[in-house]
Each structure stands twice: as structure tokens, then as C-alpha cells.
């Protein structure tokens, strides 16, 4: 997988004030990738050491009072060109700064205040559809004994679960919200088990309750609470669906977004939720941006068919009629399932990092699905599932 850095980053000495800023997340994710650095202010040729820069009334300026708009436009038109060059989907940029910064820069009063904003090269990466993010998120992202990697796995997907090197087991009724009188369905597991795989900290959680099994939407997101109260900071959704036709196939898939039609919200019936500032929680990117591409990157190299896609969450049990498949197709949905939405709204509001796996086990709205067909698709496509989860694993 390829990606662009800034410089600084990788602790190359190109700052204004002639010094570099590396990350150790950033280099041990740079040396599992093919890395093209880059710097906008050199590639303009601003001096090094310099006057600090920032972006005020829609232009750039140093801070003796020079207007070096056009430079930063320049230089990041050359590193453009780079990053078209280099073919890569990833860019890891150095927060804050004008030409560089992602969602937030400093604000043009040189006291370290912040305001919203994207540097300049930064926006020119983001319309030319590469995946920007700035170090931060690569912290955030990184496991470790202390923030564990959830994973979450649906029907027939539990297998995953064996690769695990255990150091605990939970039972599933020890946990806190999860119901007492709630059985496993097949494909499913009720035990959670810490420990690492491929010496990577996990909490893997083998089986799920549904809402179709009458169950609420705060006991079925008991989970994704237990897994945030153990320190996890990602957490990795996995499940079955069903592919829609002319969107999607049967394989494994990726999810971009999703839509709610369970007609049920884990906020609604969350007590917690009332201790917070405010109830309304930014689904705008449900599923990190950072850990899909990673996960697509992870999956061409590896040669594993990966599709994506937007996931519709169906309350279930029955499977879809024809006419609802017609009408999930028109709404852009690939993938049919019935679980997973309400977790990822909870997984959100606790502000965890989401990444959406699935298996198209079959087509919505097939005359001959049934829970047995599902489970034995799960089986075929189990060992491309186990490779792409492991990759994803190893590039945090």
C-alpha cells in the first residue's frame, strides 16, 4: 500500500523554525508502507528556517506581515502532482498548520488558537478523493495493551475468534446491560475472549443478540459499552448480509455508510445519555475514513476481492421481499443485514474508530436463503475474511 507523509513527520528538518516533528505512530505505520514523503513549503521554496505561517481572511501569511499565498499554492500544486504520481490512496499530514492541517488549523492570531479549516494542500488531496488524515488520528487509531482492538463478529464469523492468544475469557452474562436470559443463535458465541492476535491486544466478542429476538437496542449495544469501558478505541464490526442486486455481489465487503431502518435508536434508551452535553450525535463519517482505506489497501495487496458499499440495518427476522429489495436499491444500499447499526451508533457516540466488515452470504431476496445456506457461505469466503482482519490488525 502506498501513502504520502509530510516530511516533518518522518523527522525530516523542514519546518519554519528548521527543526522536524516525528511521530512514532506515523514511522512504525510508514515502515509497513511504501511512503513518499512530502513538504509544500519547501517544494515552494520558502526558506528554512522562516517566519511561522498561518491562514487568515482566506490567505496565507507569515508572520512578519508577508503574504505567501501563492507559494503555499504553488508548492502544494508540486506535491499534488507527487501524490498523482505515487498512486496512494493515504495521506498523513502534520496537523494544524496551514498548509497541512485537516478539519483544523491555526487561525491566523499566531497565539495557538484553532479554528475550523483545511490547509492547502490538504484540500487539494481531499477533491482529488485521497483519504487525508493528520497524525493524530493515526495515535488515535494505534492499539495497545491499554486500548485494545474490538472486534465484533456476526453469523457464521466467529471462527475468527480461534486465532486469538487468550489471557481472559469473559461470559457474556458478566457483562454489564447484556441480558441474563439471552441464549446464543448457531453461529454465534457467547464468550469473549482477550488476549492478541499476531501479538496485536484484541477483545474479540464471537456472537451478537439481535433486535429481531426481542431484545432492545440498549441490550443489543451492551457490547460496544463493555468493549469502551475495557479502553478499546476501535472496534471492528463484522456480519452477514445479503447483496443487493445490480450494487452488490456475494463476497466480502466493505461498509462506506449506513441507514437505520430499525425503526430503533441505542441513544433513545441509553441513561447515560443524559449526563452528557448533548444527545445529538455527527454520524457524518460513521465509518473511519483512515481505517477503510487501510482496510482496501490491506485487501489489494493481499489479492482479496473486497466490495463497497452503504449497509441498510433491517430489524428482521424475515429476509426481504422483492419489493424491499427493489426499494433498498433504489436508496443505494448494498448490503442487507440485521444487526450492526444500532452498534455503530453507540460506537460512535463514545467516539471510537468503526470499521464495518462484511460477508454478502447471498442475494436479498433469494427464493432459497436460510440460516444454513449463510453459514456455509461464511465457511468458503473464512479464510480471505481471516487474512483481510489479520492484515488490518498488523497495519495499526
Not at 474479540?204 to 440498549?218: D, E, F, T
Not at 472496534?235 to 465487503?253: P, S, Y
Not at 452535553?277 to 476481492?305: C, H, K, N
Request: hydrophobic fraction near 40%; include cysteine.
Amino acid at each position: 500500500m502506498r501513502a504520502i507523509v509530510s516530511a516533518c513527520l518522518l523527522g525530516k528538518p523542514v519546518r519554519y523554525d528548521g527543526g522536524a516533528k516525528p511521530c512514532q505512530a506515523v514511522l512504525d505505520l510508514a515502515q509497513k508502507l511504501e511512503v513518499t514523503p512530502v513538504c509544500p513549503e519547501t517544494a515552494a521554496r520558502l526558506p528554512v528556517p522562516r517566519p511561522p505561517a498561518e491562514q487568515r481572511g482566506g490567505r496565507v501569511w507569515l508572520r512578519d506581515g508577508t503574504d505567501v499565498t501563492e507559494d503555499f499554492r504553488r508548492g502544494s500544486e508540486e506535491m499534488l502532482a507527487v501524490a498523482r504520481r505515487a498512486g496512494a490512496p493515504l495521506a498523513v499530514l502534520k496537523a494544524k498548520s496551514p498548509s497541512c492541517g485537516v478539519h483544523v488549523i491555526y487561525d491566523g492570531t499566531y497565539t495557538g488558537s484553532l479554528t475550523e479549516g483545511e490547509g492547502v494542500y490538504a484540500r487539494l488531496l481531499e477533491e482529488e478523493g485521497i483519504c487525508v488524515v493528520s497524525e493524530e488520528t493515526v495515535q488515535s487509531c494505534k492499539p495497545s495493551v491499554e486500548h485494545p482492538v474490538a472486534i465484533v463478529l456476526g453469523t457464521g464469523l466467529g471462527h475468527l475468534a480461534k486465532l486469538v492468544k487468550p489471557v481472559r475469557r469473559i461470559d457474556y452474562h458478566d457483562i454489564e446491560g447484556f441480558p441474563e436470559s439471552a441464549r446464543p443463535v448457531r453461529g454465534h458465541d457467547f464468550e469473549a475472549t482477550i488476549g492478541t492476535i499476531d501479538d496485536v491486544p484484541v477483545v474479540v466478542y464471537p456472537g451478537r443478540i439481535h433486535l429481531y429476538q426481542g431484545y432492545s437496542a440498549s441490550e443489543v449495544t451492551s457490547l460496544v459499552r463493555h468493549a469502551f469501558r475495557l479502553g478499546c478505541r476501535d472496534i471492528i464490526f463484522a456480519c452477514a448480509t445479503g447483496a443487493v442486486e445490480g450494487n452488490a455481489k456475494v463476497g466480502l465487503g466493505l461498509l462506506t455508510d449506513q441507514i437505520n431502518l430499525t425503526g430503533r435508536n441505542p441513544l433513545a434508551e441509553w441513561d447515560e445519555l443524559r449526563d452528557v452535553d448533548t444527545p445529538f450525535v455527527d454520524m457524518s463519517e460513521a465509518f473511519s475514513p483512515y481505517l477503510r482505506t487501510l482496510a482496501q489497501g490491506v485487501a489489494d495487496d493481499a489479492g482479496i476481492g473486497l466490495q463497497q458499499g452503504v449497509y441498510a440495518g433491517m430489524l428482521g427476522p424475515s429476509f426481504e421481499t422483492p419489493a424491499e429489495v427493489a426499494a433498498l436499491r433504489a436508496l443505494g444500499v448494498s448490503f442487507a443485514g440485521m444487526s450492526t447499526v444500532n452498534e455503530v451508533i453507540m460506537a460512535r457516540a463514545l467516539d471510537m474508530n468503526v470499521l464495518g466488515l462484511t460477508l454478502a452470504t447471498n442475494m436479498a431476496g433469494s427464493a432459497d436463503t436460510d440460516h444454513s445456506s449463510v453459514l456455509a457461505c461464511a465457511e468458503r469466503y473464512s479464510e480471505d475474511f481471516e487474512r483481510l482482519v489479520r492484515g488490518v490488525l498488523r497495519m495499526l
